[in-house]
């Protein structure tokens, strides 16, 4: 039963195959939150709630009376409210028809639901798993009339359990949501680290380590989509925290909007962490009978580390967020004309690169940015999603034709979320662009955002993308939005209304992309904004990949790469071979470097391949057919990061199957040094009592492994097998690199 009820003592009890999430209903109806952590027996855990006047504390008025130890300001809850006496970081504020805002939520009712909740209109998890349920609470504020669920999915072999609550307005006053965040989770201590991937354009998801101090410590978005700034996830973590070992808690949020993350430590040292849309520039009105639906958290708590971390979000992800035609298939290998043309081509131009590409074993061919409108540079056109012949010099049902007769699948970039003042969509409907009235709004790549808020924009966006998918005959779309928000207004609702618009214009996005997917079920769309700037759940609930980063040079990648792991399977991540020097840094690297690193995700290539030496054509030959061969391991089994970039010599990861038979290991050095130390690494995953002889090494040059003795050349080529308990334990040392930035990729299979 992974939902345990106990009316009685008045506890709900949450379990997971090895995590339990406890909460009970106190004397005073108050919801507290008493265990979220490994599984226990099924004690009621609030006795370790401490009660004690502390002062400058104060009691709901009914108990204060006779007991002030009382006190909202610190309990653990379930949910936290603004406004009654709780002084903390608060997720949810409500404010009446007289400007006051406060709520208190006691217990009212509980209901199981045989299966995982939905939410209207929102991504959110999914199961068809039979075992997995909903358990809904009911809270009250009695004397407001207002009803708030909290929804709890358990999922119980997934080792998750996800959150998301309604708030419904039953009384007769209009009231205004001004934070309706989607969880609160308190802690009674703690002594917490907490990892965030924060950066920036072409630096995404690096990682940061933070001790929790006493105050508040948050990352959010105000820019309209989750940004590449903070992504919404994080790790909280003690301090003793390893990749390999200790206890740790994963959040991720199924949301792309504004949102804000924040914890709190507060003067007894309790922990508190809140999570949901941003409330900076948030309200939402609620009449009578309305509710609103926050987005979905995505929770796990793990002994095992970083990894048993990332091992759970990367199954939860593929299994349960990822949907439809392409979610455990192996994605194409493909080639994108970005960084080979930019904007300088022509129809006959991308036909032969479809030959080329075909020659090469490429199987999709993605024509990017630039065939539509009058764009041929990035000041004009967006908006006018109508193909340029006179550029292309044919139609798209030619060029779809013409693409596909050389043996390749069809790809198309679309920016729908924009415009540029320079489109005939501008000229004619101004009004449809994000900005206030009587205001310049701001410039960014000279474009302004399209109000997707907006019914009658989602449907202009609709029914463009979709004559051209159909003209085309294209298979997948690659989904971009190179700019953040601001001048944030729309002209489709009223002046007390404005708040709600940020939210709607995600709710936009996400009405048009499902659209696409219901009327073209095998349309793969990778997500993407200039790389990887909405990386997220939400996102990943319609685009099973997005484009990591708009950085491209291999060594980048590793930290870019690395960091997305720690939430994100390898199956989300695209990844392309470009050309070196490379176009964002300038730095030479050798091709089967750039080729480890793509490998290790959604794999393509972004170049021209008429500029290609007959070596390296023939080097693509090999990887394109290497990759379809081992992209299943690579992409949807576990993952370790084994040295991460910011080891002194090499970065190194594993991807091995469930059952331990096979791995593959890539290492890169970034950089070379006379008189190198040895670097050991040790893997893992595998069966501790079979042998293992590794099978083939990829870009293991004769002279690098004349560096090393007989016996430890004979293991390289397979000749000695070494059991998994001393793989893992005594590990293996990377032959030395023979030039900056080398690399190599080895597989170990159980014999
Ligand atoms: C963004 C994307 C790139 C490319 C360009 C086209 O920067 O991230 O991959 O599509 O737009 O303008």
Redesign the pocket.
């Given at each position: 039963m992974s939902i345990i009820i106990d009316e009685g003592k008045r506890t709900f009890t949450l379990e997971t195959r090895s995590t339990a999430y406890q909460m009970k209903v106190d004397e005073h109806g108050t919801l507290l939150h008493t265990w979220y952590g490994k599984k226990l027996s099924d004690d009621d855990l609030s006795y370790a709630v401490l009660r004690k006047d502390r002062g400058l504390s104060g009691n709901p008025h009914d108990v204060g009376l006779y007991d002030r130890t009382y006190s909202l300001d610190l309990l653990p809850q379930e949910i936290a409210c603004y406004g009654a006496g709780d002084y903390r970081i608060s997720t949810l504020r409500v404010q009446y028809e007289n400007g006051a805002s406060a709520l208190s939520l006691t217990y009212d009712s509980y209901e199981i639901l045989k299966e995982k909740y939905d939410i209207p209109d929102l991504p959110a998890s999914y199961s068809y798993d039979r075992n997995d349920k909903t358990l809904v609470v009911r809270l009250k504020d009695v004397e407001a009339d207002i009803l708030v669920e909290l929804y709890y999915g358990v999922f119980e072999e997934k080792d998750v359990i996800t959150r998301t609550m309604r708030i419904c307005n039953l009384s007769d006053q209009a009231i205004k949501l001004l934070n309706a965040g989607s969880m609160t989770l308190d802690f009674t201590g703690g002594d917490f680290d907490i990892l965030t991937f924060y950066g920036k354009w072409a630096g995404e998801r690096q990682v940061q380590r933070t001790k929790l101090q006493h105050g508040v410590f948050s990352i959010g978005s105000v820019r309209g989509a989750s940004s590449p700034h903070y992504n919404p996830s994080c790790i909280l973590c003690s301090e003793d925290t390893n990749e390999d070992r200790g206890e740790a808690y994963g959040l991720a949020f199924v949301y792309s909007g504004e949102f804000l993350l924040a914890c709190e430590k507060d003067g007894i040292d309790q922990t508190r962490l809140s999570l949901g849309i941003h409330p900076d520039n948030f309200s939402w009105e609620l009449l009578k009978d309305e509710s609103f639906m926050s987005p979905e958290v995505i929770l796990t708590y793990t002994e095992n580390g970083f990894s048993g971390i990332s091992h759970t979000f990367h199954d939860f992800i593929r299994d349960n967020i990822v949907r439809g035609a392409w979610q455990h298939t192996r994605r194409p290998v493909l080639i994108n004309n970005?960084e080979g043309t930019y904007f300088y081509f022509n129809g006959e131009k991308l036909i032969r690169f479809a030959e080329e590409a075909r020659d090469l074993g490429i199987e999709l061919f993605v024509l990017?940015?630039g065939w539509f409108g009058n764009r041929n540079d990035?000041n004009a056109g967006l908006g006018d999603w109508v193909p340029n012949e006179k550029k292309l010099g044919m139609t798209m049902e030619e060029l779809g034709l013409c693409i596909k007769s050389t043996g390749v699948s069809f790809g198309i970039?679309f920016e729908p979320e924009m415009v540029n003042e320079d489109s005939d969509l501008f000229r004619e409907h101004p009004q449809w662009a994000v900005s206030i009235p009587d205001r310049k709004p701001n410039l960014s790549r000279n474009q302004l955002v399209l109000d997707v808020s907006r019914r009658d924009v989602q449907d202009y966006l609709i029914d463009h993308i979709e004559a051209v998918l159909a003209a085309g005959d294209i298979s997948y779309l690659?989904w971009?939005f190179?700019r953040s928000l601001c001048d944030k207004f729309t002209r489709a609702l009223p002046r007390e209304r404005q708040g709600e618009m940020a939210h709607m214009f995600v709710m936009g996005t996400y009405r048009i992309l499902e659209h696409l997917i219901h009327d073209f079920p095998n349309l793969l769309i990778e997500g993407?904004s200039?790389?990887g700037g909405r990386f997220d759940c939400g996102m990943l609930y319609y685009t099973p990949q997005i484009?990591t980063s708009?950085n491209t040079d291999p060594i980048e990648r590793l930290s870019i790469q690395y960091g997305t792991s720690f939430i994100y399977p390898v199956s989300t991540m695209g990844a392309h071979v470009s050309a070196s020097p490379n176009h964002q840094t300038g730095r030479e690297t050798p091709f089967k470097t750039r080729t480890v690193i793509a490998m290790s995700g959604a794999f393509g290539y972004e170049l021209d391949p008429e500029k290609l030496s007959s070596e390296e054509k023939a080097m693509i030959r090999k990887d394109a057919e290497l990759y379809k061969e081992i992209a299943d391991t690579l992409l949807y089994e576990d993952y370790y990061r084994l040295l991460p970039p910011t080891h002194p010599e090499a970065a190194a990861w594993e991807q091995v199957t469930k059952d331990g038979r096979r791995a593959i290991v890539s290492a890169v050095w970034h950089h070379v040094r006379a008189n190198m130390a040895p670097v050991y690494i040790k893997l893992r995953g595998l069966k501790g009592f079979a042998h293992y002889r590794i099978t083939f090494t990829e870009g293991h040059s004769p002279e690098s492994l004349s560096r090393l003795t007989d016996t430890q050349q004979k293991i390289f080529k397979g000749e000695i097998h070494l059991k998994g308990d001393t793989l893992m334990n005594v590990g293996l040392f990377l032959p030395e690199p023979v030039r900056e930035f080398d690399s190599m990729m080895f597989m170990v299979e159980r014999i």
């Open positions: 970005w990017d940015d990035d970039w690659k971009d190179n993407c200039s790389g484009w708009d």
